[in-house]
């Protein structure tokens, strides 16, 4: 994977957030020439600013997807072989809150990104990022396969639904000859790791508050879903650009599944407990009424058998080292330590097969 993207240019829409820092840093420290385009981080702190992600970016735009012709003009001079549409509102809860936003971010958004590319005579793949959240509920709770139906009751699940359907048609309607662009979508689990600070999140709630000594508090601690480490379809999106710009790439210009392996599916409660055995000095874990708070999906799960068989990735580290490396990377940031270097260390780690410690 390293020696692919060295002296490449790749644009990522969303550089600033949490799943964009991750992959500025691991793209750089393989040699990638990363252009940003996003507004500014939307936590304090963030992960952006504490590793340093600006430091060695090609360029850093700070501009609305709303801004078309910024956009636009971004990408022209950047000349991107590859494009990582990362930019969104990525929380369900804020979706309830506010959902004209939601839907003009994911939706137009991902439109505007798209028919920016068009006439892009560098772009050889186009990668965006969705989410596990745009299948339709059909109360099975069997994994979910990319052919399933799409749906989406809570405004950002069916904004990202609809994002996948803007996908399809640009992909069908300008992105269909043979010097084109590919363009795929990505659909990973619920992500975690060190340096989210997001609100309404479960894992970035449980180091708050064991950080302040406080105990955690569940809203809906029986729901199940496939955690996985950021890095992990990070690792899925990078091998998936890897094929979209080959050869052949136009058979690989469909939705993709990067998920955990379905042993490593947990309950709210069971990850919460987890972090607050290893985080120690009497971690607590609560539970609250859910009555008052919006719908959730009890169950999701995805299958990612396809992603395994036709482009050769599967994930590396199961959800307690998952666990135990975000933890680890919170206790260095409270230490004062170079987060910049704890951050490409694991990064590192992930890419050699570091076994745990």
């Not at 600013?49 to 997807?65: E, K, N, Y």
């Not at 990582?84 to 809150?97: C, D, G, I, K, M």
């Not at 300008?174 to 990973?188: E, G, K, L, Q």
């Not at 009497?282 to 799960?301: D, F, G, Q, R, Y």
Request: aromatic share 8%; charged share 20%.
């Amino acid at each position: 994977m390293a020696g692919y993207w060295a002296g490449r240019s790749v644009f990522i829409t969303g550089h600033t957030g949490f799943k964009g820092s991750w992959l500025s840093l691991w793209l750089n420290k393989v040699g990638a020439k990363v252009h940003g385009y996003a507004l500014d981080p939307n936590t304090d702190p963030s992960l952006f600013r504490i590793a340093q992600v600006g430091s060695s970016l090609a360029s850093d735009t700070r501009a609305d997807l709303a801004d078309f012709e910024r956009l636009a003009l971004s990408i022209a001079r950047a000349q991107p072989e590859v494009i990582f549409h990362l930019a969104a509102q990525p929380l369900v809860r804020e979706s309830y809150r506010n959902p004209l936003e939601t839907f003009a971010t994911n939706i137009m958004g991902t439109a505007n990104l798209l028919e920016a590319s068009r006439g892009v005579e560098s772009i050889r793949a186009i990668v965006v990022v969705t989410t596990d959240k745009v299948y339709g509920n059909d109360k099975s709770e069997n994994p979910h396969r990319e052919g399933d139906a799409l749906g989406g009751r809570d405004p950002y699940s069916a904004s990202k639904a609809a994002a996948e359907l803007v996908v399809s048609s640009y992909r069908a309607s300008f992105f269909a000859t043979h010097n084109s662009p590919r363009i795929a979508t990505a659909r990973a689990g619920n992500v975690i790791g060190g340096g989210d600070w997001a609100v309404d999140r479960l894992v970035p709630d449980c180091l708050r508050a064991f950080a302040e000594r406080k105990p955690v508090r569940l809203r809906y601690p029986t729901a199940i879903r496939p955690w996985q480490h950021v890095l992990e379809p990070l690792s899925g999106y990078m091998c998936l650009a890897e094929h979209l710009a080959n050869s052949e790439g136009s058979r690989y210009a469909d939705a993709w599944n990067f998920g955990p392996d379905l042993v490593d599916d947990a309950s709210v409660g069971d990850v919460a407990q987890a972090m607050a055995d290893m985080w120690g000095m009497n971690a607590s874990v609560e539970l609250c009424s859910s009555e008052v708070n919006p719908h959730e999906t009890a169950t999701l799960s995805l299958d990612s058998s396809r992603a395994q068989k036709l482009l050769g990735w599967r994930p590396r580290w199961p959800l307690t080292r998952a666990l135990k490396e975000t933890v680890a990377w919170q206790r260095h940031w409270i230490e004062g330590n170079d987060m910049r270097s704890i951050s490409e260390s694991q990064i590192e780690s992930y890419l050699t097969g570091q076994p745990d410690e």
